[in-house]
């Protein structure tokens, strides 16, 4: 638009005020509160054992729902997109049941599907499998909250791109893994990236469902944002500021990646 008039101005001003206000401003907040005491005791209260140990479950959490989920998503969008049958319709409609369900009747499911009043509880307990109050409880929640974000963003470039390539190559006697690697993965390749960025953002801040199922046992199954309640909890404001920088810290990265993986995504839809 040429003739913009004042209505340009006004509305960048109020973009860069709610920006400035609503997620700038706390972010810094975090970092201040962090660092008021000093660098070492910054670093004392990040390295603590508890919230050490809070951040290994957080990393490990989040690498198994990156590799499930990328499986899992990368097989979703292609049956979704390159296969037509009766319950397609019903199975697009699932993908999308965590972005719509709370995080906190997700834990409760998994609570009522594992827990003690479970059918499946005997089971489970004749094997010394455990579930609820337990890491693979948090991975398998976390999992559920996370599944859509890598799907949802190959999805349309699968629709975008058609089957054209795929079918030129099958024609030429390329197996399905050669056509996969050779010419569908090109063309997902950052949309994938973009979607794997998100995941990981999701898995790290997870909260809700996490709470649920955990049963807060410190070192064990405290992940950083449960540690970082509990610090609060106990007014160890210090700590729990500074383990909330790590949070912040991951996320700036994630973000730069993310940045990244958009950028070469538009350079990639440019050159083809």
Sequence with gaps: MKKSG?????LIAVCVIFVA?????????????AFKDGILPYLANIGDYYSL???GLTLKTMVICLVVNTIIGIIAAWTVTRYQFALKKVLTTFLDIPLSVSPIIAGLLYILTFGRSSVLYPFLSSHNINIVYAVPGIVLVTIFVTLP???RE????LEAKGTDEEEAAALMGA????????????????SLLYGAVL??????????????????????TNTLPLHIE????????????AVSSLLVFLAIVLLIIRNVAELQGKKREKEV
């Design 6 to 10: 004042p209505g340009k101005y006004i």
């Design 21 to 33: 206000l609503f997620l700038v401003l706390p972010l810094v907040f975090v970092l201040v509160q």
């Design 53 to 55: 140990k809070a951040l």
């Design 149 to 151: 974000y890598i799907s």
């Design 154 to 157: 190959v999805i349309p470039v």
């Design 175 to 190: 197996g399905a893994l050669t056509i996969f690697r050779k010419v569908t993965f090109p063309h997902i390749k950052w």
């Design 199 to 220: 995941c990981a953002a999701r898995a790290m801040g997870e909260f809700g469902a996490v709470s649920i199922i955990s049963g807060h046992l410190r070192g064990v």
């Design 230 to 241: 509990i610090l609060y909890n106990e007014f160890k404001y210090a700590p729990a500021f």
